[in-house]
């Protein structure tokens, strides 16, 4: 066996070994260099395994590595896995994995590069490439950005692969029989005249062999599951309330901890006094942590109880800590010294605004909260020789690397544990409710720990998306936008968030400009300009990123234009449109609305488009003015995602897509005072209600060439489609969001 452990250490995406009677097999000669994580801690007769299956006596495990925050990521890679190794995921075991460089992200880098997803020119190419070396250089294990899919489409689909052609060698041996006639059915290689081997009973001859490397994905019109209607592997647990969350976990010996630290971000603690706390039914334990205190008590509730009990003196915030001067301070960035980025400059803008009639506007997005519904909780455990941290986590890699620091132990000796994560819209890519508990831990060695967090604390603790200005100034010819021109201003996601990675931020930050910049419009005259705000509050990815907001200043402004030209806004976007999908797509969604019909007295339409993570999304939203405010009837969604592999939850994840984006143009900001947000739980930041929710019917195209994810592309245009129906029923162009400090919905 010591060979096939040799060749497994080195080759460890093509190659397979054995594990107590067992078999692993991974994926891509081309990535066999690095270490198979998952050769750390084999008991005795154990030797190694590869990344993405296992198959031993127990059954069959697929690695399903990127994170689940909600939107099906585990599911989708276990059928991507399963359509090739010919099982039903629902007959195996999924895991995560451990955190390791081996289960790195190939594709999320491109996002952070001016490379527009329309173009194929050899940079373009070049620099998609560049994305995936640097993935692996730097041992990126991380999920976001809509990558999950793109990522690991081929990835998967060829462990699946490698693993059914190298059982059937396995029979081959065993039965003396050709290739040909030979085939898998449901976990079993089935013979001739019918008899049927199962995996596992073969798992053990294929250790021995070398493992088949030259093998052929089956052809999409042989899926048995992808691209057709699927049930999610976590339907049931969800359904049932059995599936364990980080709040979920339980551990014998265990207590729970709640910390309270200063509600101005970035102020620190001059002292505390927990007389009264350490007094208090349950409690154990009140300490010190960086920047406040840990309540260490015998369930939640005590613990948070009494954190509150604490009295503490609170030093300042650093930052700039009241709205309106950060506001301020991001209307004070369009200045030549700021300008960050101009990837847009098309036609000649400043000559064709001269002497033209200029449409002038500045609009205005506020700082978003994640508000995820599982509120931060992390469970830990330090003894002297290794760490345990049990959390739904984007960034399984660099927890690891931060809890290093701060134990001052070999990071092989901290195991990461990623379980579902309770939502994140991006909160799950920082880690600092988990260093909050690994500090607890290093004071309460050898005891395992629930920290969980108040709501009230998750608000006025989040990473932010960024709030932003534009201003945009414009102009028509012979009924046609000409001119279109768009500044916009705001922090750098990148700086804040790179910086608390420990990874320095490189050029431009092309999320300042995402979903503005790269939109496929033949508009003769067209600018697009990003300037950085000096930093201010710490801010992080918030779902669909910079798009987020700029699909809302972005398609607002162009709808102005369409007015002011007297164009319909949907004939004139088909009009200066040179890409074919994103066409299709606005043809659809005008098909799908009936766009142009006479929706009656105080009705309107409004439209949107958005292309963004390479995924083209038109929104066509249909609204009633009422005496009491704006009634959201409909909304129409066509996106083009190359190929739809799960049509269930593709329509699911576009109308929670739509959910999302409506509610938070509704009624959602985060407003500091003195640095403390002034919104710290959902009765000051409420989203869509039920009885608001509108009829939202889905279309998934298939034009694309390329393979790409849905998760976060259907959030851009929600905001603005909404805006320009209003528009369109009252008359009243709104530029600021939300869209409740203009109008009242029912």
Same mark, same amino acid.
């Given at each position: 066996?010591?060979?096939?452990?040799?060749?497994?250490?080195?080759?460890?995406?093509?190659?397979?070994?054995?594990?107590? %009677?067992?078999?692993?097999?991974?994926?891509?000669?081309?990535?066999?260099?690095?270490?198979?994580?998952?050769?750390?801690?084999? %008991?005795?007769?154990?030797?190694?395994?590869? *990344?993405?299956?296992?198959?031993?006596?127990?059954?069959?495990?697929?690695?399903?590595?990127?994170?689940?925050?909600?939107?099906?990521?585990?599911? #989708?890679?276990?059928?991507?896995?399963?359509? &090739?190794?010919?099982?039903? =995921?629902?007959?195996?075991?999924?895991?995560?994995?451990?955190?390791?460089?081996?289960?790195?992200?190939?594709? @999320?880098?491109?996002?952070?590069?001016?490379?527009?997803?329309?173009?194929?020119?050899?940079?373009?190419?070049?620099?998609?490439?560049?994305?995936?070396?640097?993935?692996?250089?730097? %041992?990126?294990?991380?999920?976001?950005?809509?990558?999950?899919?793109?990522?690991?489409?081929?990835?998967?689909?060829?462990?699946?692969?490698?693993?059914?052609?190298?059982?059937?060698?396995?029979?081959?041996?065993?039965?003396?029989?050709?290739?040909?006639?030979?085939?898998?059915?449901?976990?079993?290689?089935?013979?001739?005249?019918?008899?049927?081997? &199962?995996?596992?009973?073969?798992?053990?001859?294929?250790?021995?062999?070398?493992?088949?490397?030259? /093998?052929?994905?089956?052809?999409?019109?042989?899926?048995?599951?992808?691209?057709?209607?699927?049930?999610?592997?976590?339907?049931?647990?969800?359904?049932?309330?059995?599936?364990?969350?980080?709040?979920?976990?339980?551990?014998?010996?265990?207590?729970? $901890?709640?910390?309270?630290?200063?509600?101005?971000?970035?102020?620190?603690?001059?002292?505390?006094?927990?007389?009264?706390?350490?007094?208090?039914?349950?409690?154990?334990?009140?300490?010190?942590?960086?920047?406040?205190?840990?309540?260490?008590?015998?369930?939640?509730?005590?613990?948070?109880?009494?954190?509150?009990?604490?009295?503490?003196?609170?030093?300042?915030?650093?930052?700039?800590?009241?709205?309106?001067?950060?506001?301020?301070?991001?209307?004070?960035?369009?200045?030549?010294?700021?300008?960050?980025?101009?990837?847009?400059?098309?036609?000649?803008?400043?000559?064709?605004?001269?002497?033209?009639?200029?449409?002038?506007?500045?609009?205005?997005?506020?700082?978003?909260?994640? $508000?995820?519904?599982? =509120? #931060?909780?992390?469970?830990?455990?330090?003894?002297?020789?290794? !760490?345990?941290?049990?959390?739904?986590?984007? +960034?399984?890699?660099?927890?690891?690397?931060?809890?290093?620091?701060?134990?001052?132990?070999?990071?092989?000796?901290?195991?990461?544990?990623? !379980?579902?994560?309770?939502?994140?819209?991006?909160?799950?890519?920082?880690?600092?409710?988990?260093?909050?508990?690994?500090?607890?831990?290093?004071?309460?060695?050898?005891?395992?720990?629930?920290?969980?967090?108040?709501?009230?604390?998750?608000?006025?603790?989040?990473?932010?998306? *960024?709030?932003?200005?534009?201003?945009?100034?414009?102009?028509?010819?012979?009924?046609?936008?000409?001119?279109?021109?768009?500044?916009?201003?705001?922090?750098?996601?990148?700086?804040?968030?790179?910086?608390?990675?420990?990874? =320095?931020?490189?050029?431009?930050?092309?999320?300042? /400009?995402?979903?503005?910049?790269?939109?496929?419009?033949? +508009?003769?005259?067209?600018? @697009?300009?990003?300037?950085?705000?000096?930093?201010?509050?710490?801010?992080?990815?918030?779902?669909? @990123?910079?798009?987020?907001?700029?699909?809302?200043?972005?398609?607002?402004?162009?709808?102005?234009?369409?007015?002011?030209?007297?164009?319909?806004?949907?004939?004139?976007?088909?009009? !200066?449109?040179?890409?074919?999908?994103?066409?299709?797509?606005?043809?659809?969604?005008?098909?799908?609305?009936?766009?142009?019909?006479?929706?009656?007295?105080?009705?309107?339409?409004?439209?949107?488009?958005?292309?963004?993570?390479?995924?083209?999304?038109?929104?066509?939203?249909?609204?009633?003015?009422?005496?009491?405010?704006?009634?959201?009837?409909?909304?129409?969604?066509?996106?083009?995602?190359?190929?739809?592999?799960? =049509?269930?939850?593709?329509?699911?994840?576009?109308?929670?897509?739509?959910?999302?984006?409506?509610?938070?143009?509704?009624?959602?900001?985060?407003?500091?005072?003195? %640095?403390?947000?002034?919104?710290?739980?959902?009765?000051?930041? &409420?989203?869509?209600?039920?009885?608001?929710?509108?009829?939202? +019917?889905?279309?998934?195209?298939?034009?694309?060439?390329?393979?790409?994810?849905?998760?976060?592309?259907?959030?851009?245009?929600?905001?603005?489609?909404?805006?320009?129906?209003?528009?369109?029923?009252?008359?009243?162009?709104?530029?600021?969001?939300?869209?409740?400090?203009?109008?009242?919905? @029912?």
């Amino acid at each position: 066996m010591g060979r096939v452990k040799t060749i497994a250490r080195r080759s460890f995406l093509i190659g397979s070994a054995a594990i107590a %009677g067992g078999v692993a097999f991974g994926t891509y000669l081309y990535k066999r260099e690095g270490t198979n994580p998952l050769l750390a801690d084999l %008991g005795p007769g154990q030797t190694a395994i590869t *990344p993405y299956v296992i198959i031993d006596a127990n059954g069959v495990t697929l690695i399903t590595p990127r994170a689940d925050v909600g939107q099906g990521a585990w599911s #989708m890679q276990a059928y991507l896995i399963a359509e &090739e190794l010919d099982i039903d =995921p629902a007959t195996a075991t999924l895991s995560p994995g451990p955190a390791s460089a081996i289960y790195y992200n190939g594709v @999320v880098g491109a996002e952070a590069m001016p490379i527009a997803a329309t173009s194929d020119t050899l940079l373009a190419r070049t620099g998609r490439s560049a994305a995936d070396v640097m993935g692996k250089l730097m %041992g990126l294990h991380i999920t976001g950005g809509s990558t999950t899919v793109p990522d690991m489409y081929d990835r998967l689909r060829m462990a699946g692969a490698v693993a059914r052609e190298t059982l059937i060698k396995a029979a081959m041996a065993q039965t003396g029989l050709p290739r040909d006639q030979l085939s898998t059915e449901n976990g079993c290689i089935v013979l001739p005249d019918g008899l049927k081997l &199962e995996y596992i009973d073969l798992a053990a001859a294929a250790a021995e062999i070398e493992p088949v490397q030259d /093998v052929t994905l089956r052809d999409p019109s042989e899926w048995r599951y992808l691209g057709k209607p699927i049930k999610r592997t976590d339907m049931v647990a969800k359904s049932t309330g059995t599936q364990t969350y980080g709040i979920d976990m339980q551990m014998e010996g265990m207590v729970i $901890a709640t910390t309270r630290t200063n509600p101005a971000i970035g102020g620190g603690m001059v002292g505390f006094d927990a007389e009264t706390a350490r007094t208090m039914r349950g409690v154990q334990a009140v300490m010190p942590i960086t920047g406040g205190i840990a309540v260490v008590a015998d369930n939640t509730w005590r613990a948070f109880q009494a954190a509150q009990a604490v009295e503490c003196d609170w030093g300042p915030s650093p930052y700039i800590g009241d709205s309106a001067d950060q506001f301020a301070a991001v209307a004070a960035s369009f200045t030549d010294e700021m300008q960050d980025s101009r990837f847009k400059d098309e036609g000649d803008v400043a000559a064709a605004l001269e002497g033209a009639q200029v449409i002038n506007a500045e609009y205005r997005i506020p700082y978003l909260a994640h $508000a995820p519904l599982e =509120p #931060m909780s992390v469970v830990v455990k330090l003894t002297q020789t290794r !760490l345990d941290i049990w959390t739904g986590t984007q +960034i399984p890699r660099f927890v690891q690397a931060n809890a290093a620091k701060l134990t001052g132990m070999d990071a092989d000796d901290i195991h990461v544990h990623v !379980l579902m994560s309770g939502g994140s819209f991006g909160r799950r890519l920082e880690d600092d409710y988990i260093a909050q508990a690994v500090e607890i831990a290093m004071q309460l060695p050898d005891t395992p720990i629930k920290m969980v967090w108040q709501r009230e604390e998750d608000f006025t603790h989040d990473f932010p998306r *960024p709030l932003a200005i534009a201003r945009a100034m414009g102009s028509t010819r012979d009924g046609q936008v000409d001119t279109f021109d768009l500044a916009i201003a705001a922090p750098s996601v990148a700086e804040s968030s790179l910086a608390r990675l420990g990874q =320095p931020a490189i050029g431009p930050d092309v999320a300042i /400009v995402a979903g503005a910049w790269d939109q496929p419009f033949h +508009i003769p005259n067209y600018r @697009v300009t990003g300037y950085r705000t000096p930093a201010m509050l710490p801010i992080s990815s918030w779902r669909s @990123v910079g798009a987020s907001g700029n699909g809302f200043l972005h398609e607002s402004f162009v709808d102005e234009l369409c007015h002011a030209a007297g164009a319909d806004p949907l004939a004139e976007r088909l009009r !200066l449109c040179w890409h074919d999908p994103s066409r299709k797509v606005l043809e659809a969604v005008g098909e799908m609305s009936d766009w142009g019909s006479d929706l009656g007295p105080n009705r309107g339409r409004g439209l949107a488009f958005t292309l963004a993570f390479g995924v083209p999304v038109a929104e066509v939203v249909e609204v009633t003015s009422t005496d009491a405010g704006i009634r959201i009837d409909k909304v129409f969604v066509a996106a083009d995602v190359g190929r739809v592999l799960d =049509p269930l939850n593709f329509e699911a994840q576009l109308q929670g897509a739509v959910i999302f984006g409506l509610g938070h143009a509704m009624n959602c900001e985060l407003t500091y005072q003195d %640095g403390i947000a002034q919104q710290d739980n959902f009765h000051a930041y &409420e989203g869509m209600r039920l009885y608001q929710t509108p009829d939202i +019917i889905v279309r998934g195209l298939e034009n694309g060439d390329k393979i790409k994810g849905i998760g976060e592309p259907g959030v851009p245009p929600a905001a603005p489609a909404l805006a320009n129906a209003i528009f369109a029923a009252t008359g009243k162009r709104i530029r600021e969001l939300p869209l409740s400090k203009s109008v009242d919905f @029912v």
